[in-house]
């Protein structure tokens, strides 16, 4: 008696709303412990209490498919069926995040085309984190938006097989949607007017700023004496230093060639010899003192 769908609530795409989520994970949710203990007797206002103690999103984790809370309130909320109105609060809903992911997710599996696009699109402005926990039971980082944009394009989220959404360009060509206008639109807009605008200033800063005029001479100015402007080329040399450079060179050149190192190493050559001539008669004549010594010695 508990898992059964109240009576006033209204067949969804033809079928019982409990039935939008596979049987499985229904019998799962069933025999979990959340669900027994904290959804029993839910209504529509205690849901909001118990969307707002959610700390992450998910649907089942864990080796043993263990379903989140996330997920039992989507089941139960498909259960009794709230009021439209009820739904939309959730997702305009700023101050809870879990709040508005889970009135998003209620909206795809149970609004029309049209409703979900004119519901969900405008949270793409919402960039705040959420934790997910994945099917290894580990928690992930995921914005909001991102989780908006998953519920618009993927055809299974949390482990949930959503309801085919109709093209929106289908629906703009039917006139029921109107084309989407995003923020950034609206930022490049400011930007390409305020380019301009920048533009324009130039141009009148430009018309405004006056030629500079060549400075007209004062009559104090013309007792000084102009200087004589500057040659573009070097002087040509006259004759006579043309001739002194020639003079120059050709004494630099005889300068080389005596000092030119065959002459320096036959100037060291012959130094050598007469040095070693030189110890020679000096030994020489060592030798003679020392035998004339001994003469004298033995007379």
């Known amino acids: ?143 909001v938006d991102e989780f908006i944009d998953l519920l618009l394009r993927e055809e299974r989220v949390l482990d949930v097989q959503l309801p085919r959404l109709q093209k929106r360009n289908v629906l703009e060509e039917n006139n029921q949607l109107e084309p989407r206008q995003s923020v950034l639109d609206e930022d490049i807009d400011d930007n390409e007017t305020s380019d301009e605008s920048d533009d324009e200033d130039e141009k009148k800063m430009k018309k405004k700023e006056p030629i500079p005029e060549k400075s007209k001479k004062k009559w104090k100015d013309l007792d000084k004496p102009e200087r004589s402007p500057s040659p573009r080329y070097a002087r040509s040399l006259s004759p006579r230093e043309k001739s002194s450079k020639k003079r120059r060179r050709s004494r630099s050149r005889s300068k080389s060639k005596s000092r030119s190192p065959a002459r320096d190493s036959r100037k060291k050559h012959s130094s050598r010899h007469e040095h070693r001539d030189r110890k020679d008669r000096d030994r020489d004549r060592d030798r003679d003192r020392d035998r004339d010594k001994e003469k004298r010695r033995r007379d």
Not at 13 to 20: A, D, F, I, S
Not at 81 to 103: H, Q, T
Request: charged share 30%.
């Open 1 to 143: 008696m508990a898992n059964r769908t109240v009576k006033e609530a209204p067949t969804i795409k033809g079928t019982n709303p409990q039935y939008l989520i596979e049987k499985i994970i229904r019998s799962r949710i069933y025999d979990c412990r959340y669900w027994k203990e904290d959804c029993f007797a839910l209504t529509a206002e205690l849901v909001v209490d118990k969307a707002v103690e959610l700390k992450y999103i998910g649907g089942v984790s864990g080796g043993n498919i263990r379903p989140t809370p996330f997920l039992c309130l989507v089941l139960k909320m498909l259960q009794i069926c709230p009021e439209k109105d009820i739904i939309v609060e959730f997702i305009k809903n700023e101050e809870f995040k879990y709040v508005r992911a889970l009135g998003a997710f209620y909206m795809r599996l149970v609004g029309t085309s049209v409703e979900i696009y004119k519901y969900l699109e405008p949270l793409y402005n919402d960039y705040r984190k959420m934790k997910l926990l994945n099917r290894d039971d580990k928690y992930e980082l995921l914005h």
